[in-house]
């Protein structure tokens, strides 16, 4: 299930926390820079999505797609993403599924593929994939989805170093956990369409609070608490 917002996270309807937790969390969601494009059908046809699975997914979680994500999978969309906590659960499946599947050489020749120790599955970013229609370690780095150029390549790089999450404490260049496979989809994806490095980390740094809303709205408090900036304007690389 989709993780609860911010504001349902926060203990104490106390004016200051739910100010804060609008940071975290803004209920109006956050712009991206960043389109989908033709990715959702292309991830179906490359076998990373098996559609009737996917929506069966949403509708057992009584979270349904509605007609915006439905059509992202089936015919993309050109319109600017938005992460909200309402679609933050789609973009994370989303974003996994490119991340795993498209050939990048952070999966071919990173720390993923080093630690795997000949067996890629190993991993929940791998071996947790079950909603394709290939088997994970069939889809790892098997589609060209998205080419980068060698500069593209080196801000994904960058950023991918400088992006930590809370459940496995491991760089996004480390992507063994369908979060951090995510946001290297999120990056590549960002990339290619030319974001810079400094774009890519904002943006890295609001998504985090989306799917970990709890844990960043905590960081945001402890930032405050001793006399630092608002969430908003916490540096992202820092």
């Not at 229609?133 to 060209?144: M, Y």
Request: some cysteine.
């Amino acid at each position: 299930p989709a993780p609860e917002s911010a504001a349902a996270a926060a203990t104490h309807d106390h004016p200051t926390t739910l100010a804060l937790a609008e940071q975290v969390n803004p209920s109006a969601g956050y712009t991206l820079p960043v389109r989908l494009g033709d990715l959702g059908p292309r991830l179906v046809n490359a076998g990373a999505i098996d559609l009737p699975r996917f929506v069966e997914l949403y509708e057992g979680a009584g979270q349904p797609l509605n007609d915006e994500q439905l059509a992202i999978l089936t015919r993309g969309s050109d319109a600017p993403v938005t992460i909200t906590a309402q679609n933050a659960y789609f973009l994370l499946n989303f974003l996994w599924a490119f991340g795993l599947t498209n050939q990048n050489p952070i999966l071919t020749d990173g720390p993923i593929m080093k630690y795997s120790e000949g067996q890629i599955e190993r991993f929940a970013s791998t071996g947790g994939w079950t909603l394709g229609t290939k088997q994970p370690a069939e889809l790892f780095a098997s589609a060209p989805l998205v080419v980068l150029t060698r500069e593209q390549q080196a801000r994904v790089e960058e950023a991918a170093q400088l992006i930590y999450r809370p459940c496995c404490n491991n760089p996004t260049l480390f992507p063994d956990c369908n979060h951090g496979m995510a946001m290297l989809g999120l990056l590549e994806l960002m990339a290619a369409q030319d974001v810079g490095t400094d774009e890519m980390l904002a943006a890295a740094k609001y998504v985090n609070a989306f799917w970990f809303p709890q844990q960043t709205l905590e960081v945001a408090a402890f930032f405050q608490a001793n006399g630092g900036p608002d969430f908003a304007e916490i540096e992202p690389r820092q």
